[in-house]
């Protein structure tokens, strides 16, 4: 054998190795599973992977990702499925226009207002595309076994059919509305951003006590000064004895030269033991300020800060920014005598993501997805809701879950889930930028509106916001198999079998794929949902910048190969926990494949004249048999998830019993004489390095497929052959 393929003599090179083999699967053509063998009678399991940003680079978020995806759909494959993975790449619209912006000030000097919406747009998408094949081919790095024919991008045509199909279906079902709500406004990039694109940073701030006025009976506390010449009143818990006999009242007073009208509420959200347990509510500057509003019909319409966080009341405030009328007004208050104390606390900062700014919450005019509007349900095929009931989402997205035709076997998250939709405001999902999904609405000259863009004819003119990139995606599992349109791949592949994104956006888009798949199809987006954690360096901190912890998974595959990087990110982390990344663990499993190479080399050296059908004697098939168990254990681990405990088991198998014990023992066999003896563990080794192969393939699929085609027994590709 090894005249044949002298290869085995020297040490397994990764790098020689990965492209061929990956290259060899692409033209084979069987990541595409309607090339499969036997594709029409293969029951079909998919999964479509949370797309990446197109402008991003591989991270070991997405290697940690892609391994356990890879892994997941490689096994199904070979359990005979007609096993689809879905590639595709978000265009991460508000990053990216924010980094073109950038590079057009920066070379340029100009800002998008002076190149123009066509201009910018047509750049930032150009820079997107550029960008694509760099995320793409780390991905194929990865081994990842996509099917690259059903490639989607989040901004393509297919796409852009899918998003405004959806809009106007939940426009025309009266879900989709123009209204003054509350939202997180980043003065800085004047947009409206998601709470995922909010980052909390940890800053010292003062906490002020104060009356209103020498008249008001209440003192309250505060961190910001500046928005309580927005309060319309003060909260206090029912059961606060000090409080009971103001509630109800109204006061009157003029407070650093703004007048202001303060009712006292009673509130059970109100805690007793903050401050003085009393509350200024400023329901135009807080989320938590304005559902109070609701609750007691307050007015919401107070504003005192505008879009440039500048204040906007008359007096010595106006025209100040935020920090400076804070200030002013703790200035005001040490010369009225109404500052009570000033002590220094640590405050969680919103700010956002992409620009840096002190988020401000903000009463705006935008487009939203009313979540508990109820409407009929035109098809249903998710438990306990009838076709043609009525509902809303929120109770679909609820009952999704609970009637269990989405498993999340993981009860913290299914809790966190749960959590959330409880406390689901209305979705903003418009965004003042010019990249991404247009809002598909029109308006006439007379409508303000119309003032903010380029009429387009016969006095109309679209808005001029985008939607929420979250829109886009919510859409993803199903408008990657041709929806709207009524296509074989959305018949046969959805709901999707098996999605697996990091816990971070559970709630930003697990959730809101759930209610769209409701929504727009009656049907689970999915039905499992294994949430993992993040990747961590070997100390348990997250990867930074700042800290110069980061780790660049290609170097990791160049160093010591996919292969062993997948290895070492599966091995020992259940689903859900975070991974801590070490190196010499990854080195470890380098060693691991090159041990493999050296059991292959022992076996084909040692078995070239084996009779493959020769019987096995007794103490031999006590040894299959043992593999066979261990096989039966690994394929119940796979089945359900528990894939760092199948690896663990192959690892121990190969490592330690079929390397360190069988080859041993079988090196004192063939010394012997006995040929009935010699062929029987002749055919033993090939039987268990071929079903090792096979189960090890999942995991390390370029070592496994390499070593595969090598012996003089198998025909095809190992990434197709039957599970054992």
């Given at each position: 054998m090894?005249?044949?393929d ?5 040490p397994?090179d ?9 290259k ?8 595409n599973?309607?090339n499969?063998?036997n594709?029409?009678?293969?029951e ?5 992977l949370?797309?990446?940003?197109v402008?991003g680079v591989?991270?070991l978020?997405h290697?940690y990702?892609?391994?356990l ?9 070979m359990?005979?499925?007609r ?17 073109v912006e950038?590079n057009?000030q ?5 800002s998008?207002h ?7 747009v047509?750049r ?17 790095r990865m081994g990842?076994?996509?099917?690259w ?20 279906r939940m426009y025309?079902a ?6 003054n709500?509350?939202v997180n406004?980043?003065?800085k990039?004047?947009t409206t951003?998601?709470?995922d ?9 003062k ?9 008001f009976?209440?003192?309250i506390?505060t ?7 927005g309060d319309v009143a003060v909260?206090?818990?029912?059961d ?8 109800g009242?109204t006061?009157?007073a ?6 202001i ?6 509130d059970?959200?109100?805690d ?19 559902d109070?509003a ?5 007015p919401?319409?107070?504003a005192?800060?505008n ?8 007096g010595?405030?106006s ?5 400076e009328a804070?200030?002013a007004?703790?200035e005001?208050l040490r010369?009225?005598g109404?500052m009570?104390?000033?002590?220094d606390i640590s405050?969680n ?12 919450p903000?009463?705006k ?17 998710i438990?306990g809701?009838?076709?043609?009931s009525?509902?809303?989402?929120k109770?679909?997205m ?10 999340m076997?993981?009860d913290?998250?299914k809790?966190?889930?749960m959590?959330?939709?409880?406390n689901?405001?209305d ?11 247009r ?23 679209q808005?001029p ?12 599992t199903?408008s990657?198999?041709g929806?709207p ?7 046969r592949?959805?709901?999707t ?5 990091a816990?971070?956006i559970l709630?930003?888009w697990v959730?809101?794929?759930?209610l ?9 987006p999915?039905?499992?949902v294994?949430?993992?954690?993040l ?10 910048k ?11 595959i160049?160093?010591f190969?996919a ?6 990110l599966?091995?020992?982390t259940?689903?859900?926990n975070?991974?801590?990344?070490d190196?010499?663990k ?9 041990k493999?190479?050296n ?6 050296e040692?078995?070239?004249d084996?009779d ?10 006590t040894i ?6 261990i096989?039966?254990d ?5 089945d359900?998830y ?12 190969i490592?330690d019993r ?14 012997s ?6 062929a ?8 268990l390095?071929?079903?090792?192969l096979?189960i090890?393939?999942p ?9 595969w ?15 054992p």
């Open positions: 090894l005249s044949q002298d290869k085995f003599l020297k397994y990764p790098a020689a190795t990965e492209g061929r083999i990956y060899a699967w692409e033209d084979s053509g069987y990541f599973p309607d499969l063998p594709a029409d009678s293969r079909p399991y998919t999964i479509t949370p797309p990446p940003n402008t591989l991270h978020g290697a990702e892609d391994s995806q890879d892994t997941v759909i490689r096994y199904q494959r359990r005979g499925k096993a689809l993975w879905v590639p595709g790449t978000d265009s991460a619209a508000i990053a990216t226009q924010a980094r950038k057009i920066k070379e340029e000097g100009k998008r002076d190149i123009g919406r066509e201009e910018l047509k930032v998408t150009q820079f997107a595309r550029e960008s694509e094949t760099t995320i793409l081919n780390q991905v194929r990842a076994s996509l099917d024919s059903r490639y989607a991008f989040t901004l393509d045509d297919a796409r852009n059919k899918a998003v405004f199909t959806a809009f106007k025309d009266g879900l989709i509305y123009r209204g709500r509350i406004w980043d003065p990039g004047q951003i998601s709470d694109e909010i980052v909390h940073e940890e800053r010292t701030a906490l002020y006590t104060f009356k209103y006025s020498k008249d009976p209440i003192a506390a961190t910001r000064l500046e928005t309580k010449v909260a206090v818990h029912p606060d004895a000090r409080y009971t006999k103001f509630v009242k006061y009157e003029v407070f650093c030269d703004v007048p009208s303060i009712r006292i509420v009673a059970k959200e109100v007793p033991e903050f401050g003085t347990g009393a509350l200024g509510v400023t329901p135009a500057h807080s989320m938590v300020d304005w109070m609701e609750r007691h019909s307050l919401k319409d107070k005192v800060i879009e440039y966080a500048k204040m906007t009341v008359e010595r405030l025209g100040l920014k935020v920090l804070r200030e007004v703790a005001w010369s009225e109404l009570e104390k000033e002590e405050q900062v919103s700010t956002a993501e992409r620009t840096g700014g002190i988020v401000e903000l009463p005019l935008q487009w939203f997805v009313a979540v508990n509007k109820p409407f009929v349900i035109p098809h249903s095929e438990t809701i009838e076709t043609g009525e509902i809303t989402l109770q679909l609820r009952a999704s879950v609970e009637n269990g035709d989405i498993v076997p993981q913290n998250f809790k966190i889930y959590h959330w939709i409880d689901l405001h979705w903003c999902i418009s965004r003042q930028i010019w990249f991404g999904h809002i598909p609405i029109w308006y006439r000259e007379s409508d303000i509106r119309c003032q903010e863009t380029a009429p387009e004819g016969d006095g109309w003119s808005d916001d985008v939607l929420d990139t979250w829109f886009s995606s919510a859409l993803w199903f990657t198999l929806w349109d009524e296509s074989k791949d959305l018949e592949f959805h709901p079998s098996f999605m697996s994104p816990y971070e709630p930003l959730s809101r794929m759930i769209m798949s409701g929504f727009h199809l009656g049907q689970v999915f039905k499992t294994m949430i993992h954690g990747v961590r360096d070997s100390k348990g901190r997250k990867f930074s700042s800290i110069g912890n980061g780790i660049d998974p290609i170097e990791m160049d160093k190969g292969d062993a990087l997948r290895m070492g599966l091995v020992g259940a689903i859900g975070d991974v801590k990344f190196e010499s990854i080195k470890g499993y380098k060693n691991f494949a090159n493999l190479w059991i292959t080399r022992f076996i084909l040692n078995t070239e084996a493959l059908t020769a019987e096995l004697i007794s103490n031999d098939t299959r048999e043992e593999l066979d168990a096989i039966a690994v394929t119940k681990d796979m359900e528990r894939i760092y405990l199948a690896a663990e088991k192959i690892y121990h198998y490592w079929l390397a360190s014990e069988l080859l041993e023992e079988s090196k004192q066999i063939f010394a004489e006995d040929s009935t003896a010699i029987s563990r002749k055919t033993l080794l090939r039987s390095l071929k079903d090792s096979k090890l393939h995991i390390m699929p370029f070592v496994t497929e390499e070593i085609q090598s012996l003089s027994e198998t025909e095809g590709l190992l990434m197709i052959t039957e599970w």
